[in-house]
């Protein structure tokens, strides 16, 4: 079976984008084999969306580079919505994700805000006996603050979180933030379902941010500098009070990489 698809990525965090018309749904199996970087296109997810529905609706079908289904993707509705701004024509959309309705806007210099969920307010809590955070923006982030997150083996260290007994069964992305003398945070996912670092991720820069304004003492707009090097900015629309938080606007740049066929 032959597949079109575009790709696209928001900060260097890459996504395979297909049409919900031509592709209805994929295996597992497929899904992995497309996101392999030496078998298939490459990708740390995979998309399902396309034109609105009669409710002016857009579908978004998110997939891990596993194969795992998962309810929300930051980075991936700002990809989402640039893929239907180039294909259907149109400035806002409004995306009906796995963890809600996500309004988006197409900004100028092709970067893109959405309104990304949140789905549990942030927590203080402890592991290895040292303080950490967690919120849900979507999806689960476990929130560590580090005085020097060049020296973190996010590999290693990422991954015995995300897989430990704490978070069972579904486990948790685990993002690494450092806070700069300006004020801005410099940030490392590991990413739940891709299973290594990410260039960057949308949801756990929300997270992190979020939990930065809660509990250390930091103000909205945060600034946060990805590993790709590129900054996503995160503002509370509404001044809304932490405790009652239901969204947060994330804006960052979305590109187009390049269009193609897949055999599966």
Excluded: W
């Amino acid at each position: 079976m032959k597949i079109k698809f575009q790709k696209f990525h928001g900060a260097g965090n890459d996504f395979v984008m297909v049409n919900a018309v031509e592709v209805k749904t994929l295996d597992p199996a497929q899904i992995s084999q497309i996101c392999s970087r030496k078998r298939g296109v490459g990708a740390d997810g995979l998309i399902i969306t396309g034109e609105r529905d009669g409710n002016g609706l857009s579908p978004f079908i998110y997939f891990n580079a596993d194969g795992s289904r998962a309810d929300f993707c930051g980075n991936g509705l700002r990809c989402a919505a640039l893929y239907c701004h180039l294909n259907f024509g149109g400035e806002e959309f409004k995306f009906k994700t796995d963890a809600g309705i996500c309004p988006t806007k197409i900004l100028p210099k092709r970067k893109v805000m959405i309104e990304a969920p949140v789905t549990s307010i942030p927590v203080k809590i402890s592991i290895a006996g040292k303080k950490a955070f967690f919120c849900g923006i979507g999806v689960p982030h476990a929130v560590l603050l580090s005085e020097d997150i060049d020296k973190v083996d996010v590999a290693a260290k990422g991954a015995k979180i995300r897989f430990s007994k704490a978070f069972a069964p579904g486990g948790t992305n685990v993002d690494f933030a450092q806070v700069l003398p300006d004020g801005s945070v410099r940030l490392r996912t590991y990413e739940r379902g891709v299973e290594e670092e990410t260039e960057a991720c949308g949801s756990g820069a929300c997270a992190t941010a979020l939990c930065l304004v809660a509990f250390e003492g930091m103000e909205f707009p945060v600034k946060v500098r990805v590993a790709s090097g590129d900054i996503l900015e995160i503002s509370n629309p509404g001044n809304q009070a932490i405790g009652k938080m239901r969204r947060l606007d994330l804006t960052g740049p979305a590109e187009l990489s390049f269009r193609g066929e897949i055999e599966i």
